[in-house]
């Protein structure tokens, strides 16, 4: 099974920027549909974005689409977040998870891996 160690977190001021990293190890990565999830404080995880195993297809929540960008390397075995234009509501624990299977989900039950998370604070 695929491990995750996602990277990147931290403190940033409402409209910069952060870019979120998560390196697999133990499995064939590219096997994997590749998404990254937050839980903000006092709330439930939810879906940010997905990427397909090439990394030509992705999708995002509507809260993000046009701000954070999701890509893949394969050959390092990496899955990035780029998070454009952070916005206070922004804040919470982002993590990484990963996905066997022949379609895409947004739904956390339908991912089998996942990583400790990394904390991104907004501030205001």
């Known amino acids: 099974q695929v491990q995750l160690v996602e990277s990147g977190g931290g403190l940033v001021q409402a409209g910069g920027s952060l870019r979120l990293s998560c390196a697999a190890s133990?499995?064939?990565?590219?096997?994997?549909?590749m998404g990254w999830f937050r839980r903000a404080p006092g709330k439930e995880r939810e879906f940010v974005s997905v990427i397909s195993h090439g990394g030509g297809s992705t999708l995002y929540a509507d809260s993000v689409k046009g701000r954070f960008t999701i890509s893949r390397d394969n050959a390092k075995n990496i899955v990035y977040l780029q998070m454009n234009s952070l916005k206070a509501e922004d804040t919470g624990n982002y993590y990484c998870?990963?996905?066997?299977?022949?379609?895409?989900?947004?739904?956390?039950?339908?991912?089998?891996?996942w990583g400790q998370g990394t904390q991104v604070t907004v501030s205001s």
């Open positions: 133990r499995g064939t990565f590219s096997n994997y549909y």
């Open positions: 998870a990963a996905r066997a299977g022949v379609y895409w989900s947004e739904y956390e039950r339908d991912f089998g891996s």
